[in-house]
């Protein structure tokens, strides 16, 4: 009985602690600097990389219209095979169509990292 009872403290001591460390590591979202990327890319505190430049930063059309009779169209340019310095200064520019972000060096790290993978 004595040893029994012993087994089930010596048991507990060792599985609780176990528990708590499982928990903790499943409560943790790990997530890779690709996936931290594409939720900016998404969703960047302000209207989403996406919306214009498209699922993969190709080229896209945003809208067409007409004007004097000629078919004009708006489109963004390919962002996904641009070198790092371009693409970070076009972040703080504060003109033409595309809105200004507040975002971090890491921030914009990240995103240039998932775009340019999907090239
Ligand atoms: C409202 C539409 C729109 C949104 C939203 C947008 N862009 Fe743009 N982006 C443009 C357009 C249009 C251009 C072309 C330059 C201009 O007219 O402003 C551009 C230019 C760029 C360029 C420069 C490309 C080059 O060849 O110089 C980069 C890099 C870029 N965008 C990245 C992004 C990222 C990253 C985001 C999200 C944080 C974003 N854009 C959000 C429309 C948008």
């Not at 960047?44 to 219209?65: A, D, F, L, M, Q």
Request: net charge positive; hydrophobic share 30%; proline share 4%.
């Amino acid at each position: 009985m004595l040893l029994n009872n012993r087994f089930i403290c010596f048991s507990l001591f060792l599985i609780f602690p176990a528990c708590l460390i499982s928990q903790n590591s499943k409560d943790e979202s790990f997530i890779t600097p690709q996936e931290y990327g594409k939720k900016l890319y998404e969703n960047p505190r302000n209207i989403g990389c996406i919306k214009c430049h498209g699922k993969n930063g190709e080229s896209e059309v945003i809208t067409s219209y007409k004007n004097k009779g000629k078919n004009k169209i708006i489109k963004t340019p390919k962002i996904n095979d641009m070198d790092f310095k371009t693409f970070k200064k076009a972040m703080s520019k504060d003109k033409g169509i595309m809105p200004k972000y507040d975002l971090t060096d890491e921030e914009i790290k990240a995103i240039y990292l998932y775009i340019t993978s999907k090239k």
